[in-house]
């Protein structure tokens, strides 16, 4: 069992910059590929970033592509999304996620594990 908690959203003005954090419980934490998803009000839950157990292989959605990046730290049990540069259409839940899995990391479906979610808001 993994238990996933995420931090660091909040209201940010357009151009600017936000990170966030998914600490995770157990002595597990490098057995899983993680990812960060996100879900606007009214829309589908869609895929933002990807790192792998060992944080040596990333893979962004195109719409955030050069201007987020993922990273992770084993030693601390943690996942971070630096996000730049955002914009409005950036608004969101963001989620962080954790997979088995070595394919498919895109898909929502490939991920067991899931955090509540930190609402980031980024004004015009």
């Known amino acids: 069992q993994v238990q996933l908690v995420e931090s660091g959203g909040g209201l940010v003005q357009a151009g600017g910059s936000l990170r966030l954090s998914c600490a995770a419980s157990?002595?597990?934490?490098?057995?899983?590929?993680m990812g960060w998803f996100r879900q606007a009000p009214g829309k589908e839950r869609e895929f933002v970033a990807a790192?792998?157990?060992?944080?040596?292989?990333?893979v962004y959605a195109d719409s955030v592509k050069g201007r987020f990046i993922i990273s992770r730290d084993n030693a601390k049990n943690t996942v971070y999304l630096q996000m730049n540069s955002l914009k409005p259409e950036d608004t969101a839940v963001y989620y962080c996620?954790?997979?088995?899995?070595?394919?498919?990391?895109?898909?929502?479906?490939?991920?067991?594990?899931w955090g509540q979610g930190t609402q980031v808001t980024v004004s015009s």
């Open positions: 157990g002595r597990t934490f490098s057995s899983y590929g």
């Open positions: 996620a954790a997979t088995r899995l070595l394919v498919g990391v895109t898909t929502t479906l490939n991920y067991d594990y």
């Open positions: 790192i792998s157990r060992s944080g040596g292989s990333t």
